[in-house]
């Protein structure tokens, strides 16, 4: 528990790479700090998500993103390990052209993981669009999340990569690569549609993970010398 | 309760005597003499108003926004101006989310009071319609890391924010010239504050009652300090406020000694953020061109481009036969219309040019903005008038490139006025079939270069000889 305590770790995410701007989002980590919600049991872990805006006042958007957050991390999140502890992601929005709420968890997860917080999974987060002429687009920006009659944020775990070889992933029964974990649609789509969604936005969060983890290995190995003050 | 506390780090003995005793002999702990700032960094985001400060460990964020609203019954022709603090709980485990805390209170009353009691920002040029409209300006201040000295980074990213933001322009219409138009960014330019003054707040920790002082205290130094002050200075050695919230006691000749060296701190970091600003927004305008000269190289990426009205005008005149590229997010069809400056009509909704590339690599080498119009672009007598008005007032070279666009945009206004209604109505997101259809009785269809050479105008009669002859 010492090794993580007060670990606290800025990670920068920006999401979208595109000349005019783009999504980025500043996610911190604290914890396992000391005792645990009011209403949550004491015998797991709970963790909690505050979202800032950019500016103005938090209304009902902040807190369902918040909720969002607080379900999709809760499920990669490891509650047995620590029990009456609280670990907060504090999410600050800096910059929003789209897909805001996918670039927050991807962020809050890379934050999680340079804390050290130990994790099932990691969780992939891409949105996925359908435009007017029925072209599916990933990552829109927020021009292009307007015109759109349905997008789609989809949350997958990353593609596992098993520890011993040749060891399946089990999760419920289910094989790690076919799950999602959280999906929050807005407008209206035809289901085979969101079918077609789900398939490009899992095959994007492929690459998505393969990227993550690469970045994340290297960052974990310069960051220990820093960490140890 | 207990638990709470139980976040909250404390410093132990060991180590508030060691800073101390550091302190006795003019050494702090980072390394830094008594007198010095800590590394300074300020970067801007990509929206206007949007300013990042990094004092050592401290990061602070400011945003600044202006909304329509009605003035107080007393100020009917000045706007408003309120900040914000956020101490945002990632800046530092004890800070709790919710109702801001003494510590955010004060902040923010030490800025407002430099920044609106000192009349720093001109509250009258604010005013749209006197008693019923004015501009209320907002500034949001996130604090996101607490490494010490939270009012001296938090009062330059507000400075800084407020320096690089820019409003909307607005104009006075309608039958009794009651009702407001707000132009889009890209219909008119928007227009930035006007500043008269930047107080920069300065702040000093005592310690050993009142021996010792230092600038700029770290979060640890904080600690263990006995005493604070904050002055707020500007560069013409006016104070504009003084915070010293009780603490140890410190003698007047103390006190004066501190004013001097904020002065001197003052205005190092006024020139500092005056570079920053000045940086800002050249970089600014010339992403506004170059945005789209890039495109046409480009051709494949997905770039959304928001083609503005006089920066087509504004790149008509500066880049004279540069045929953009403009695209629509959803379809990229290649638009292609004819823009002559005498016919009004098409400067409206047109936006593009055609793509050639031989130009385009001309273009590259020539477009870095050194300040003055193109030499080959006779936009007639029109330029030569506006370059001597730049060349009237005194301004550096990146501001007089800025200078000059708007000067431009002021020439082309009363013929923009009649788009003005369309133009508003047209949200950024119209389609280019939209605006095609919308320009098609008044715009020609597409046309190829040969086109180009037969055309009316000057401009592009020069344009076409340059090609030719290139």
Known sequence: MASYFRRKKITFWPCGFRISGDTIVLAAVYGPKAGSKKNESPEKASIEVLWKPKSGQIGKAEREYEMILTRTLQSIFLSTIHPNTTTSVIIQVMHDDGALLPCAINAACAALVDAGIPLKSLAVAICCGITESGSIILDPTKQEEQEMPAFAYLVFPNSSLAVLPGTPPLIEGEPVEHGIITSVTHGAMSVDDYFDCLDRGRVASAKLSEFLRKNLAQSQIPNHSSKAS | ?470
């Open chain 2, 1 to 470: 309760m207990e638990q709470r506390l139980a976040n909250i780090w404390r410093m132990s003995v060991n180590e508030k005597k060691f800073i101390e005793n550091a302190l006795l002999s003019d050494h702090r702990v980072d390394g830094r003499r008594p007198f010095d700032y800590r590394r300074l960094s300020l970067k801007f985001g990509s929206d206007d108003g949007t300013a990042e400060v990094q004092l050592g460990q401290t990061h602070v964020m400011g945003f600044v926004t202006a909304q329509l609203v009605q003035p107080y019954r007393d100020r009917p022709n000045e706007g408003t101006f309120s900040i914000f603090t956020e101490f945002s709980p990632m800046a530092d485990p004890s800070f709790e989310p919710g109702r801001p805390g003494e510590a955010a209170v004060e902040l923010g009353r030490i800025i407002d009071r430099g920044l609106r009691e000192s009349r720093a920002v001109d509250m009258e040029s604010l005013c749209v319609l006197a008693g019923k409209l004015v501009w209320a300006i907002r500034v949001d201040l996130h604090i996101l890391d607490n490494g010490g000295n939270l009012v001296d980074a938090a009062n330059i990213a507000a400075v800084a924010a407020l320096l690089t933001f820019r409003r909307p322009e607005c104009s006075l219409g309608g039958e009794d010239t009651q009702s407001v138009i707000i132009h889009q960014p890209e219909v008119r330019e928007p227009i930035p504050l006007i500043v008269h003054h930047l107080p920069i707040a300065v702040t000093f920790a005592f310690f050993d009652d009142g021996e010792i002082l230092v600038i700029d205290p770290t979060y640890k130094e904080e600690i263990i300090m006995g005493g604070r002050m904050t002055v707020t200075m500007n560069t013409n050695e006016d104070v504009c406020a003084i915070q010293k919230p009780g603490g140890q006691g410190v003698k007047q000749s103390e006190i004066m000694r501190c004013l001097r060296l904020a002065s001197q701190k003052a205005t190092d970091i006024t020139d500092k953020i005056k570079k920053a600003v000045e940086a800002y927004d050249l970089e600014r305008a010339q992403r506004k061109i170059r945005r789209h000269s890039s495109s046409s190289a480009q051709a494949a990426c997905g770039a959304d481009i928001k083609m503005s009205k006089q920066v087509v005008d504004v790149t008509q005149k500066k880049i004279d036969g540069f045929k953009i590229q403009s695209k629509d997010p959803m379809n990229q069809e290649e638009v292609e219309s004819d823009t002559d400056l005498e016919n009004s009509n098409t400067r409206g909704e047109n936006n593009s040019f055609q793509q050639v590339d031989e130009i385009h690599g001309k273009m590259k080498s020539v477009n870095l903005f050194t300040g003055r119009p193109s030499s080959w672009h006779p936009y007639g007598k029109g330029i030569t008038s506006l370059s001597t008005c730049t060349s009237s007032v005194a301004l550096s070279a990146p501001r007089a490139m800025e200078a000059e666009k708007k000067d431009t945009v002021a020439l082309e206004r009363p013929n923009e006025s009649k788009l003005e209604k369309p133009s508003v109505e047209a949200t950024v997101d119209d389609s280019h079939t939209k605006e095609m259809s919308a320009s098609v009785q008044q715009v020609n269809q597409k046309k190829s270069l040969k086109d180009a050479v037969k055309v009316k105008s000057r401009k592009k009669k020069k344009v076409a000889s340059t090609m030719v002859g290139e």
